[in-house]
């Protein structure tokens, strides 16, 4: 290579600035809604909300996660066998600027709580449908902007796209609930809505810039489920492996990357038990913070709702932290599976941490809600070991051509995360419809995970 082409593997892609644009109002506007839902949908009847009890809320919080992560496989399948990423991101969108139109509208629909449940359902239903769809298309079409010889700036781009992600989440998790105090659920509720057609038009605005990864319609390629059910149903000779069933119909390249499926996803078979706990900062966590007592920081009022930005802006200081700082000097010992094995044992000590305030609360103790910031700090230091790590895992051992599916199994321990939620929320109820804001709740959870930590260890 000679030396002039030197300075353009040493610099991102142009076009990476739409993309990691369009990704922080796109997360402004998901976790923006998410900052209010749990409080609208336990909130009282008179003053806007739809007065259900904290088990409702955390199942209906946590079964429309498992929708939006499920759906990555639709969109995985969408664009890499027909339309390609491009195409499903740009409308697929607009599927998620509905949904979040209809939560907006839900104050101008009669029937009372009945119709404002409905709205509910449907937004959600349209909002699961569309940032589920995009989910694993907006990573992976980032990666296909580096060349192969820019490989090595692939973990400071997700680095950087994960940043932009709490960038965005971080706002929004202020300005929100203000906006919800100030003016009502419609107007928070639509202002998420504003943000997502922004999102969308950004990411438009780098259409003629963009590297495109045809789908596999037209490179009559097979993929991945083609292949695996071809050797599954295919007639299998004795002493041959599982894949030769399928040589007889699909060419090496295409069994090659089949295979390079099944050890990704051996791995994130025990990542689920981490979202269970993750995804419950917007629902468990805040129906904590709402019987703590609110405190004012720099003038501003920080209650449950608001203590959501705590996650997003400590990801903001220990993402460059833990890349440019911490991970060099760890050498070997930061390699990806051990650094997600550290943060499995990082998040089940921060449920001990969120039992122990629980149980001061159920004493009667009058607890400011900023200790919270404590197990959120460890919980953050754990998502950046396990989230960002697993970026850049799945779309380094992916082959080309799978990256998309392989981006949607990761997105579905997501699901499977969430589900366990509602799964132990439903078995484990106590009629009170609190259990699931309890010390022996999380300290289930904590022990749960301090298990599934010790597993994970070993495969690392």
Known sequence: MNTSAQPETRRWPPQIKFIVGNEACERFSYYGMRSILAGYITGAVLKGGLGQDADTSTEIIHLFVFANYFMPLFGAWLSDKFIGRYRTILWVSLFYCAGHGVLACSDFVGGGVHGKLTCLFIGLALIAFGSGGIKPCVSAFMGDQFKPEQSHLLQKA???????????????????????????????????????????????????????????????????????????????????????????????????????????????????????????????????????????????????????????????????????????????????????????????????????LQKQIEAGAQLSVLWQTAPYLVLTAAEVLISTTGLEFAFREAAPELKSIIMSFWLLTVAFGDLLVAAITKIFANGTGESSVSTNRFLLYAGLTFIVAILFSLIA
């Open 158 to 356: 997700y680095g950087a796209f994960y940043w932009a992600i709490n960038f965005g989440s971080f706002f929004s998790f202020l300005v929100i609930p203000w906006i919800k105090d100030h003016h009502g659920y419609s107007l928070a509720f639509g202002v998420p809505g504003i943000l997502m057609a922004i999102a969308t038009f950004i990411f438009w605005l780098g259409t003629k810039h963009y590297v495109r990864v045809p789908p596999s319609r037209e490179t009559k390629t097979a993929g991945f489920f083609k292949v695996f059910f071809g050797a599954l149903l295919g007639k299998r000779e004795a002493g041959k492996s599982f894949w030769d069933a399928a040589r007889n119909r699909f060419s090496e390249s295409e069994i090659d990357a089949a295979k390079s499926v099944p050890p990704i996803l051996f791995v994130f078979a025990l990542v689920p038990i981490f979202w269970s706990l993750f995804d419950q900062t917007n629902s468990t966590w805040v129906l904590q913070g709402q019987k703590m007592v609110p405190a004012k920081f720099l003038g501003l009022d920080i209650g449950a709702e608001q203590m959501q930005s705590m996650n997003p802006l400590i990801v903001m200081l220990l993402v460059p932290l833990f890349t440019l700082g911490i991970y060099p000097r760890l050498g070997r010992f930061a390699s990806p599976l051990k650094r997600m094995a550290y943060g499995m044992f990082l998040a089940a000590g921060s449920y001990l941490i969120v039992a122990a």
